[in-house]
C-alpha cells in the first residue's frame, strides 16, 4: 500500500513546480474562465465544468471547475492506465509530499486518498480500487475568502445576496439537513434556509437555536414540499423550511464557538453548524453592509 512511501517534508514548492514535475499544465486556482466548451454540472447547474485531452503518460485528461463567478475552484487530473498509475503511485507520493508536507490518509468503499492541504490550496490523490470512476489527482481552492452571488431584480428592485462554495449538509446519524443564508442588500434582511433531501418526509416544522452561555432561540419555519427526481433520476422528498435571522441571532451565532440546531418535525435532528457556515454567514454580512 502506498502509504508506506510518505515521509515527513515541510511545505516547499507551489502547484505550478508540481505540474512542471508531472509535465502537466498547472491553472491559476480562482482565474475567470476563458476558453474551451463549459458543460453545467448536474448537480448544480450554476456551476460548470471545462474538460480537455492531454497527451502525456499518467493523465489522459484534465476536467477544470468553475464556481457560480465562472472562477477556477478545483482542477482535476484523469489517471490514462490505472495499473500504470498504482505503479507510480508511490514515486508520486514522494514528489507531492516533499513539495507539500504529510498528507492526511482517508478511506472510502471505493479507494483510497492521501490529501494535502495548507491555507490556501489543497492537493488529493486518489487511488480508486473499484475501476469504476478511475484513479486522479486534483488540486483545489481553499481560500478563506468566501464569496457571495450577487443578483439584481429589475421587477422586485432588490439585490439578493448568497454565501457560495461552503459545505452545507449537516447529519445526525441518517438524519442530513441543508442549512444555507440568503440575504437583501437594500432592506439588510438576512434569511436562513434549512432542507432536507430524502426517501421519507420530515415535516419540519421549527428549529431551535443554541448558542453560547445558553440562549435558546426558537425560529418557525415556513415550508415547502414536493416530491422530485435528483441528478442522478432517483425520487426524493424534498422539504424547505425558511425563518428570518434578526441582528441578535446573528451576533449570536457569529460570536460563539459552537451552535447547535434542534430541527423539529415528524422527526426530530440536532445538528451543530460548522465553521464552514459561519465563515459563509459572516461573508454574507459583509458584503450586505458594504
Given at each position: 500500500?502506498?502509504?508506506?512511501?510518505?515521509?515527513?517534508?515541510?511545505?516547499?514548492?507551489?502547484?505550478?513546480?508540481?505540474?512542471?514535475?508531472?509535465?502537466?499544465?498547472?491553472?491559476?486556482?480562482?482565474?475567470?474562465?476563458?476558453?474551451?466548451?463549459?458543460?453545467?454540472?448536474?448537480?448544480?447547474?450554476?456551476?460548470?465544468?471545462?474538460t480537455k485531452s492531454l497527451s502525456g503518460?499518467?493523465?489522459?485528461?484534465?476536467?477544470?471547475?468553475?464556481?457560480?463567478?465562472?472562477?477556477?475552484?478545483?482542477?482535476?487530473?484523469?489517471?490514462?492506465?490505472?495499473?500504470?498509475?498504482?505503479?507510480?503511485?508511490?514515486?508520486?507520493?514522494?514528489?507531492?509530499?516533499?513539495?507539500?508536507?504529510?498528507?492526511?490518509?482517508?478511506?472510502?468503499?471505493?479507494?483510497?486518498?492521501?490529501?494535502?492541504?495548507?491555507?490556501?490550496?489543497?492537493?488529493?490523490?486518489?487511488?480508486?480500487?473499484?475501476?469504476?470512476?478511475?484513479?486522479?489527482?486534483?488540486?483545489?481552492?481553499?481560500?478563506?475568502?468566501?464569496?457571495?452571488?450577487?443578483?439584481?431584480?429589475?421587477?422586485?428592485?432588490?439585490?439578493?445576496?448568497?454565501?457560495?462554495?461552503?459545505?452545507?449538509?449537516?447529519?445526525?446519524?441518517?438524519?442530513?439537513?441543508?442549512?444555507?443564508?440568503?440575504?437583501?442588500?437594500?432592506?439588510?434582511?438576512?434569511?436562513?434556509?434549512?432542507?432536507?433531501?430524502?426517501?421519507?418526509?420530515?415535516?419540519?416544522?421549527?428549529?431551535?437555536?443554541?448558542?453560547?452561555?445558553?440562549?435558546?432561540?426558537?425560529?418557525?419555519?415556513?415550508?415547502?414540499?414536493?416530491?422530485?427526481?435528483?441528478?442522478?433520476?432517483?425520487?426524493?422528498?424534498?422539504?424547505?423550511?425558511?425563518?428570518?435571522?434578526?441582528?441578535?441571532?446573528?451576533?449570536?451565532?457569529?460570536?460563539?464557538?459552537?451552535?447547535?440546531?434542534?430541527?423539529?418535525?415528524n422527526r426530530t435532528g440536532d445538528v451543530?453548524?460548522?465553521?464552514?457556515?459561519?465563515?459563509?454567514?459572516?461573508?454574507?454580512?459583509?458584503?450586505i453592509n458594504k
Amino acid at each position: 500500500m502506498f502509504i508506506s512511501f510518505i515521509t515527513y517534508c515541510s511545505y516547499g514548492q507551489t502547484y505550478f513546480n508540481l505540474a512542471r514535475e508531472l509535465k502537466v499544465d498547472g491553472y491559476a486556482l480562482n482565474s475567470k474562465y476563458q476558453d474551451g466548451k463549459k458543460d453545467p454540472m448536474l448537480s448544480n447547474p450554476n456551476k460548470s465544468t471545462v474538460t480537455k485531452s492531454l497527451s502525456g503518460d499518467l493523465f489522459k485528461e484534465v476536467t477544470l471547475y468553475y464556481d457560480e463567478l465562472d472562477e477556477l475552484t478545483q482542477v482535476i487530473y484523469n489517471v490514462r492506465n490505472e495499473k500504470d498509475f498504482r505503479k507510480k503511485s508511490g514515486d508520486l507520493l514522494s514528489m507531492i509530499t516533499k513539495d507539500y508536507g504529510n498528507p492526511k490518509i482517508e478511506t472510502d468503499s471505493w479507494g483510497i486518498s492521501a490529501v494535502w492541504k495548507s491555507d490556501t490550496i489543497g492537493v488529493k490523490l486518489y487511488i480508486e480500487t473499484k475501476s469504476l470512476l478511475g484513479s486522479s489527482l486534483s488540486v483545489f481552492s481553499r481560500s478563506n475568502n468566501y464569496k457571495v452571488v450577487k443578483k439584481y431584480d429589475e421587477f422586485e428592485q432588490t439585490t439578493s445576496l448568497r454565501p457560495i462554495d461552503y459545505r452545507i449538509w449537516l447529519s445526525d446519524g441518517e438524519l442530513e439537513y441543508g442549512v444555507e443564508f440568503i440575504g437583501y442588500k437594500e432592506s439588510k434582511n438576512i434569511f436562513m434556509t434549512i432542507k432536507s433531501q430524502s426517501q421519507e418526509w420530515k415535516f419540519i416544522d421549527y428549529v431551535q437555536i443554541l448558542t453560547e452561555g445558553g440562549r435558546v432561540v426558537k425560529k418557525d419555519l415556513k415550508s415547502k414540499r414536493e416530491v422530485i427526481k435528483d441528478y442522478l433520476g432517483d425520487v426524493q422528498t424534498f422539504e424547505v423550511g425558511v425563518t428570518e435571522l434578526n441582528s441578535e441571532d446573528i451576533n449570536a451565532i457569529l460570536k460563539s464557538p459552537k451552535t447547535k440546531f434542534r430541527i423539529h418535525g415528524n422527526r426530530t435532528g440536532d445538528v451543530e453548524l460548522s465553521n464552514s457556515h459561519v465563515k459563509a454567514l459572516a461573508a454574507l454580512v459583509d458584503a450586505i453592509n458594504k
